[in-house]
């Protein structure tokens, strides 16, 4: 491990605005990549039925490795019945924080299923005030991913323009005191879950500037090959599927000082309290997920790098 490095990019802070091109700042890889990340062991901030181990531990029980090809999977316990104090996972977030970036993840598999909550997200260090952005975001049998700010007051999109190609689950204030926040799904019935499994994964792509918040997201087959190189242009690649752009009604100053983080949740404030209706008659979440280990063996990341321009 490359303790300088480390030391290094714990002290950055990205504050780029919206300069092209863009400069990668870290490529999260192969034996690398637990390099720019902390593994959070502590109790869980949105209540799930998860038990987040430190990187020791994660390595000993096998929910993390790397494979020979360099791909890097981030798993959970398959194999035991959970303990009352929640099921084996992984929370990482990055050493360093952002207040702008371009952040990219390609994948070939995510967590899925009854009881899950993967994300890839930043937020703030006293969320909701300095904001939240959920780049990919869903629970139990979702099948469209989700990107969704989330603020304190003063960020509202009510009557602004609606340029994207996703679909509107709530578009209005973002004020998570208040509301659930401001989310667009993915158009893409590929970019979340078992359909995105099944095509070998893809990319997903966020762009964050003092003009908005832009998402994208391509199967695999698809990606523009800038996207997948060290000089890429989202100037090039048309139409985002999530655009929440800056104004007045929304100033950027909401969004700042943001960790990056990847996780696999499990029940918890959102996906244990809409288990019942999207996983019927499987009991309870807590109850599944607690009693049932050989349902998560599909519980799990298989990354190929996540890369972040600044």
Known sequence: MNYNLIF???????KAISVQPWNLTFEAKGETFFDY?????????????????????????GYINISEGGDVYIGCDHERIALEHGRDSIRIQSKQTFSYGLFILYLS????????????W??????????????????NMQTHDD???????????????????????SFQDCDSTKTSGCTISS?????????LNSRN??????????????SWFWTEGEIPSDALGNNPNPETWGEAYASFPFGSYCPPSNFENQTLILNLDFCGDWAG??????????????????????????????????????
């Open 187 to 195: 158009d893409n019935i590929n970019s979340y879950g078992a359909h």
């Open 37 to 61: 990340f902390d593994f959070l062991d502590k109790a869980d901030p949105s209540h799930g039925f998860v038990n987040y181990v430190d990187h020791q531990t994660a390595l000993d029980n």
């Open 273 to 310: 309290n809409v288990f019942e209706s999207d996983c019927p008659g499987k009991g309870t979440c807590v109850d599944y997920v607690m009693n049932n280990p050989q349902e998560f063996q599909d519980a799990y990341w298989n990354i190929h790098w996540m890369k972040v321009f600044c």
């Open 147 to 169: 990107t969704t700010l989330h603020t304190g007051p003063g960020c509202d999109f009510t009557n602004v323009s609606r340029n994207f190609s996703g679909n509107i689950v």
């Open 109 to 120: 598999h995510m967590p899925y299923g009854c009881g899950t909550w993967p994300a890839w």
């Open 201 to 214: 994964g893809g990319l997903y792509a966020l762009e964050w500037t003092s003009d908005g918040v832009f």
């Open 122 to 139: 930043l937020v703030g260090p006293n969320s909701p005030y300095g904001g939240e952005i959920d780049i990919i975001e869903g629970v």
């Open 8 to 14: 290094i990019i714990s002290l950055f802070v990205c």
